[in-house]
């Protein structure tokens, strides 16, 4: 009976061991997908921080544009300034 019940704690602490090193993979698996999430919102946070820089420099270079156009007041878009005759 004695030898039964070695084989069979045995067997359970196999399957326990298993389950540890099956835990460490999901863990680990868990911990890349943290670390990844952090990589992307840096990368995010990055691509924000761009976008935003170039649209106020398009919006401040439309504004100058504007600002040096009503110097003549308003025109169209393809009139000249001046037109000599």
Same mark, same amino acid.
């Given at each position: ?12 602490? @196999?399957? =326990? #061991?298993? /389950? *540890? !090193? ?5 863990? @680990?698996? =868990? #911990?890349? /997908? *943290? !670390? ?7 990368? =995010? ?41």
């Amino acid at each position: 009976m004695i030898p039964t019940y070695g084989r069979v704690l045995s067997a359970i602490e @196999k399957a =326990l #061991w298993e /389950l *540890v !090193e099956e835990y460490r993979g999901v863990g @680990k698996s =868990l #911990w890349d /997908l *943290v !670390e990844g999430q952090e990589r992307n919102m840096a990368q =995010l946070e990055r691509i924000g921080a761009m976008m935003e820089w170039r649209w106020g420099s398009e919006e401040e270079s439309r504004n100058r544009d504007e600002e040096e156009g009503s110097e003549d007041g308003p025109r169209e878009e393809g009139t000249p300034l001046s037109i000599s005759c």
